[in-house]
């Protein structure tokens, strides 16, 4: 028997399977090192790149990719300019939403769109999509395999990670680039609003289960993977935002786990 | 050939002057305690020892070297203080440890893996070395970060606070075991503590500052009281504490020292 897919269906799914291996790795650092708002800074800061597409026109996803990074760099180069990781973020978030609504209040016909964009829609993904989508993932994963110890001992301790010959300043620096760059390739599926969901839960649920790394990272993509395939499913079968679905089902994970939490 | 060698180095963070002029030296294989009040810039001279932050004046080498420069090909170890370690990072005992070493090039894993259990078996942890990191007391984690600054057998080490979470009783052994690593394995020392009543006994220099550096002299020439009064304004009884034999017997790093010290 052959299954007859929609192409959109075979292109979410795609998404969805690619996109659980950048958020689950990426997730285990932005939990350990205690940055979860930062992620939704980043996410909210995307929201600039997508009211520049709109207001310019042009191709969404490197448009909101370029945003997003830069945001991201800024936000980093903020913090290693001695203001607290509180305020950086807040300012990143503030400053780059008020940017966007004014950018967006003066394009036109945006309200079908902004919907879209801030909660995640599985029918504005495009075949162009999913090869950036295949690129980026790529070059995360490659990127975090040659840095995994330079990230594991600037998490642990900066001086420790200095001593050792690791830059602090260019590690953190690339971590937020990848952050960036990973959040603008979800937008489109999860929405601003909630592509975060990804980068704090997925790794929280692994830590509810296990305190060994390794363990960590293996549940934490299992824990991704899950979320996005099911959230996209209930998506499906009940016509609700597939950002919402898939946060939902992330956060229902985390707190199935809960319970097995080792103090 | 001085290990280490500062020249009036001064460090201002904005307008708080963190050390003031500061000039010492230290030569190979000797053990130096930095002593002072809290708030006195010990850390911050580790530091600059270290490279980790630069001075806003003055002068640094480690073994003639600019610090940056001497580790682009040498290795040094570094123990932070335990409040400043991200305990959340879901890692083994023996993870802590390779950590130190995984940035090395031109080493095999199997090599390194060796090198990470000698360094648990030093310290009297290799049993542990599956353990979670995190679940560990104070003074074993202590000894797990101590394995990590060691593994590699780098040729300065840098401790801040090292004693933290050993418990009294094997002070003394610990001391020793530092004591040990500086004359044996001929690695230049130097620790940052609180410990003045113990540390005169197994250290060669001891430097005492606030701020300013004001005695470095080997440790049997330093008045204690005199130091005191210095750094501190008052003059009190320093209590030592000597372990019998019977102490010892628990001691985490009495294999190490009945190999190296007897």
Known sequence: MILHLEPFITRTVIADILIAFPMSILSFFVVTKRISFATVSISHATFGGVAIAIFAGGYLMPITMLFSISASLVMALLIQAKLTKDSSIGIIFSSIMAFSVILISISKGYQTDITSYLFGNILMLTNSDIKIIVVVCIVVLVVVYKNFWKFMLTTFSESIADTNGVSVKKTNLLFFALLGLVVSIGVKMIGIILISSLLILPASVALNLSSRYRQVITISFISALTSTIGGTWISWEFDIPTGASIASFASLLFFITLPFKKQ | ?262
Do not use: W
């Not at chain 2, 009543?197 to 701020?211: F, H, K, M, P």
């Not at chain 2, 550096?213 to 440790?219: E, N, P, Q, V």
């Not at chain 2, 210095?230 to 102490?247: A, E, M, Q, R, V």
């Open chain 2, 1 to 262: 050939m001085e290990a280490i060698k500062l020249e009036s180095v001064s460090v201002s963070f904005g307008n708080f002057l963190a050390l003031d002029n500061v000039s010492i030296s230290l030569g190979t294989g000797k053990l130096l305690a930095v002593v002072g009040p809290n708030g006195a810039g010990k850390t911050t001279l580790l530091k600059i020892m270290a490279g980790i932050i630069k001075p806003s004046s003055g002068k640094v080498a480690l073994f003639g070297m600019m610090p940056a420069e001497y580790r682009k090909k040498n290795r040094i170890g570094y123990l932070a203080q335990q409040q400043n370690l991200n305990i959340n990072l879901p890692l083994t005992v023996g993870d802590v440890v390779y950590m130190n070493l995984a940035e090395i090039k031109g080493i095999g894993k199997n090599k390194k893996r060796g090198m990470v259990d000698e360094a648990l078996h030093n310290v009297g942890m290799h049993e542990k070395k599956e353990k979670i990191f995190a679940h560990l007391s104070g003074g074993e984690r202590q000894r797990v970060m101590i394995a990590g600054a060691i593994a590699n057998m780098p040729k300065i080490l840098f401790l801040d606070e090292p004693s933290t979470g050993v418990d009294i009783v094997n002070q003394d052994d610990f001391y020793n075991f530092l004591s040990h690593l500086a004359r044996k394995h001929n690695i230049t020392i130097v620790m940052v503590t609180h410990d003045i009543g113990v540390i005169s006994d197994y250290v060669d220099e001891i430097a005492c500052l606030n701020r300013k550096l004001y005695i470095h002299d080997k440790a049997e020439n330093i008045d204690m009281d005199e130091a005191m009064q210095k750094l501190y304004g008052k003059t009190g009884k320093i209590i030592t504490h000597k372990p019998d034999n019977k102490s010892c017997f628990r001691c985490p790093f009495k294999d190490f020292n009945l190999k190296g010290l007897q």
